[in-house]
């Protein structure tokens, strides 16, 4: 069965990096655009990052435009996010989502189909 797996969240101070990890199984890795969202307390989800299998193209939330990395390893069906200078309003937890790509709406998350079950990250002093 499909899976995907996200790793990586911790907690980090303001102004520090972390890179997440999103394993995926149980498809043709190369058929799927695989992007990152968040959901923060009280909050709805958001979209993070995108990039789609098509193309590579990538797309990001304003907020987190240069600070954000997303990157793929097809190889090892695997989606990155590296994430720089991170700030409080960063703290979530982030999920990967799998669409049989490439989405309509990229930070949307009516597209995708399968999710994982997600990583905490926390960004505090």
């Known amino acids: 069965q499909v899976q995907l797996v996200e790793s990586g969240g911790t907690m980090v101070q303001p102004g520090g990096s972390l890179r997440l990890s999103c394993k995926v199984s149980?498809?043709?890795?190369?058929?799927?655009?695989i992007s990152w969202f968040r959901q923060a307390p009280g909050k709805e989800r958001e979209g993070v990052s995108c990039?789609?299998?098509?193309?590579?193209?990538?797309y990001y939330a304003d907020s987190v435009k240069g600070r954000f990395t997303i990157a793929r390893d097809n190889a090892e069906s695997t989606v990155y996010l590296q994430m720089n200078d991170l700030k409080p309003e960063d703290t979530a937890v982030y999920y990967c989502?799998?669409?049989?790509?490439?989405?309509?709406?990229?930070?949307?998350?009516?597209?995708?189909?399968?999710w994982g079950s997600g990583t905490q990250v926390t960004v505090s002093s």
């Open positions: 149980g498809v043709t890795f190369g058929y799927w655009t």
């Open positions: 990039m789609k299998n098509s193309d590579e193209s990538t």
């Open positions: 989502a799998a669409d049989l790509g490439p989405p309509a709406d990229p930070l949307g998350t009516k597209d995708y189909d399968y």
